[in-house]
């Protein structure tokens, strides 16, 4: 267990003619490149907000004398990410939930339907 972590995931999703979302997969290790002007605004806003969420509650910062505030861009003041998961509040649920054999029945029915449509998709021409 570690305790006072976090982790910023990233997802990728697709949206079809009909604007309905997939989820394509989601990276434990995202890539935080500012290959373009968006991201350039986008990646350092989200950085600094996740360590509003994660590291500013153990670690609250110094208020900024009012000549300073100035050098901080109004953009990042707004944090537009929510926390999706506290141990604190979620943990036990979590566990209970974990202990229960119920959650890891319905895993693994997932995973069947996602290997046997694998197992069906692949080339079985017969050919030796």
């Not at 003619?17 to 979302?21: L, N, R, Y």
């Given at each position: 267990k570690r305790c006072n972590s976090f982790e910023v995931f990233g997802y990728d999703f697709m949206i079809d003619?009909?604007?309905?979302?997939y989820l394509i997969e989601v990276n434990t290790n995202p890539c935080l490149e500012l290959s373009s002007p968006y991201l350039a605004r986008l990646i350092p806003q989200m950085l600094d907000n996740a360590m509003r969420i994660a590291v500013d509650p153990l670690f609250p910062p110094p208020p900024w004398p009012n000549a300073k505030r100035h050098l901080f861009p109004e953009t990042l003041t707004d944090n537009r990410f929510d926390l999706v998961f506290d141990e604190a509040t979620?943990?036990?649920e979590l566990?209970?939930?974990l202990e229960s054999n119920e959650c890891l029945d319905e895993i693994k029915e997932i995973n069947e339907e996602l290997y046997d449509d694998d197992e069906g998709s692949g080339d079985e021409s017969g050919d030796d």
């Open positions: 003619e009909d604007w309905k979302v979620d943990g036990k566990t209970k939930l």
